[in-house]
Structure formats: C-alpha cells, structure tokens
C-alpha cells in the first residue's frame, strides 16, 4: 500500500510563513510528479504548485511567495510558503503520481493540511 503523509499547516498571521511537507511510503518503485493542491469551501481542487523532473509549476497567485522542492531519495516534498495572505486560506493536499509496478502509475493524495492565514 502506498500513503502520503503531510504535516506542517496552522494559523499564521499574513505576512507570515509556514513550510508544509508530505512523505511517501509504501510499495514504490518510482515517483513521477508531485505537488500541493488547495480546496475552500464550494470550490474545485486548485492545483498550487507542481515539480517533475526539476521542472516546476505554479498558480500565478503563489508565484515569487511559494517554493516547491523534493528530494527524491527520501520520497518527499516540501512546499515553503512565504509573505502568506488570507485568500492563501485552505485545506492543502499532497499528491504524487506512483509507480507501484511495472506499466501501473496512478495518483495518491494526503488527507489533506489545513492553513489559516488571520489576523
């Protein structure tokens, strides 16, 4: 079985920072992409940032505040989130595209992170 762990969400005031991260484990044999999508209340699932094969990606609104990095050898990502703003407010979820066997690569996600930027 294959899990995706996060950890690292919380209130922080605007302005502030906060680092999220999230862990694979289980029956890997290799991870394609990963990265953060964050969902409010009525709204779809936003993709927030993306990382595959060094080539990163991000939603114009998080673009020169977020960071997204992986180290590949310990199957995790990180999302670094700085000069945060209310509307950055969501439950954040991790996702990784696995292969678990040869010729069989599906998506996983996390339980999801929730951030809360007030004051």
């Known amino acids: 079985q294959v899990q995706l762990v996060e950890s690292g969400g919380g209130l922080v005031q605007p302005g502030g920072s906060l680092r999220l991260s999230c862990a694979a484990s289980g029956s890997i044999l290799s991870i394609n992409a990963m990265g953060w999508y964050r969902q409010t209340p009525g709204k779809r699932r936003e993709l927030v940032a993306e990382i595959s094969s060094g080539e990163t990606n991000y939603v114009d609104s998080v673009k020169g505040r977020f960071t997204i990095a992986r180290d590949n050898a310990k199957n995790t990502v990180g999302l670094q989130m700085n000069n945060l703003k209310p509307e950055d407010t969501a439950v954040y979820y991790c996702?990784?595209?696995?292969?678990?066997?040869?010729?069989?690569?599906?998506?996983?996600w996390g339980q999801g992170t929730q951030v809360t930027v007030s004051s």
């Open positions: 996702n990784a595209d696995i292969q678990v066997r040869v010729g069989l690569s599906r998506p996983y």
